[in-house]
């Protein structure tokens, strides 16, 4: 049975049962006539004796309030109990009181009673070779070492092990603390991919849906071949997005799979066009050009094969520029792609519509860029240049670049 909250480790009422049952223990030693064992007084009333007995029982009561407190009240009974005649029980409650005044007192007390009780152990030793003039006078020590140093030796120790029991708890919650840590910032680092990826698969195609909701909403007069390809252009992007978010979602779902995005690209569920490669970029600019920007592209260099991250975060750098190209520049652009012997180059330029009229834009699309650059120890900037906006990500491709 579990004990009462009011008695439970560390708790006021444990401390003053412990003091009521010591209590009842000395008097029941009282009532035996065990004391006192000493008479060096032989006329002193037995009832002088429960004093101390009732002062040691008080400060049983006090060793975890007041450890030191409850140190000084016990030695002055032990003392007083002493000099009457020295009692059993006094003594034997005294011993509780120096092994909690170990393990609830401060570091400076269990040290100072250590050296004290070694040292009248000592004393009570020569002195008792000198009083008897021979070796069996050690003995005379053994009550001091029973009575003094062995409780402070079991205090000590038990403190000790209750100090090592505290760090490992520490140690644990750190560590639990550290590890929560840690997934939070997994948990964040895949929010923000996710978040990455989400934009770059939505904002394309949706702006070239919207672009073109608008034209054919605003402008009056359109003849059904306008309107047509206008719808065309709609619904290209739509089926588009909805195949790359389609993509995404399955790779969700099953993020062990050996396939991965090939697996998922060659099962014939989704287009070809949906790999996101920079090898691709020749027909995501021909998706821009059919949404109405005039995009020329350059290549510098030998194209030859990308580790993974790196050609999809060129890849996904060159759609976003493209696509903030065609919501808030004047119809034109110019992707240039430099491969090197260390890195890749992708630079978008294009000239910046006057008025700042466009798509409005939150600014993810240019977080989202340079945090891809980041993450693959590459450099990116973008900013206005001579009239003109300039997209620039320079990306490493070998381990050392």
């Not at 269990?110 to 003039?133: I, N, P």
């Not at 000590?156 to 090592?164: F, L, M, N, P």
């Not at 923000?192 to 402008?219: G, K, P, Y």
């Not at 949404?291 to 094969?305: I, K, Q, S």
Request: hydrophobic share 45%.
């Amino acid at each position: 049975m579990r004990p009462q909250a009011w008695l439970g480790p560390g708790t006021l009422g444990r401390d003053l049962t412990l003091a009521g049952g010591s209590l009842a223990g000395g008097l029941v030693l009282y009532a035996l006539g065990w004391q006192p064992q000493i008479h060096p007084h032989p006329d002193v009333p037995p009832a002088l004796f429960l004093p101390p007995l009732l002062a040691m029982c008080v400060a049983v009561g006090l060793r975890r309030v007041a450890p030191r407190a409850s140190l000084a009240v016990g030695t002055g009974a032990l003392v007083v109990d002493t000099a009457l005649g020295s009692s059993l029980g006094t003594i034997l409650i005294f011993t509780q009181v120096l092994y909690d005044a170990c393990v609830y007192g401060p570091a400076r007390l269990w040290r100072w009673l250590l050296r004290v009780t070694v040292g009248l152990s000592l004393v009570g030793a020569v002195v008792g070779v000198l009083a008897y003039d021979q070796w069996r006078g050690v003995g005379l020590g053994v009550p001091v070492v029973l009575a003094g140093l062995l409780p402070v030796l079991t205090g000590i120790s038990v403190r000790q092990y209750r100090d090592q029991a505290a760090a490992e708890r520490a140690r644990a919650e750190q560590t639990a603390r550290l590890v929560e840590l840690d997934r939070r910032q997994a948990v964040s680092a895949e929010r923000a991919r996710m978040a990455r990826e989400l934009h770059d698969l939505v904002a394309n195609h949706l702006s070239a849906v919207a672009i073109h909701a608008t034209a054919a909403l605003s402008v009056p007069g359109l003849d059904r071949g306008q309107v047509e390809s206008a719808l065309r252009v709609i619904r290209e992007s739509s089926v588009q997005g909805l195949a790359e978010m389609r993509q995404m979602i399955g790779l969700l779902r099953e993020p062990e799979s050996g396939g991965g995005r090939a697996s998922a690209v060659d099962g014939g569920g989704l287009p070809e066009a949906v790999t996101a490669r920079l090898a691709e970029a020749d027909r995501l600019v021909d998706r821009i050009r059919a949404a109405g920007l005039a995009v020329r592209v350059r290549t510098d260099g030998t194209p030859g094969p990308l580790p993974v991250g790196v050609d999809l975060a060129a890849y996904r750098i060159v759609q976003e520029s493209l696509t903030n190209a065609l919501k808030h520049g004047a119809g034109e652009a110019e992707l240039t792609i430099a491969y090197r012997p260390a890195e890749v180059v992708v630079t978008v330029e294009n000239p910046v519509r006057r008025g700042g009229a466009g798509l409005p834009g939150a600014g993810a699309g240019l977080i989202g860029m340079r945090e891809r650059a980041t993450l693959l120890a590459g450099r990116f900037s973008a900013g206005p240049q001579n009239g003109r906006w300039l997209v620039r990500a320079t990306l490493p491709t070998r381990a050392d670049g």
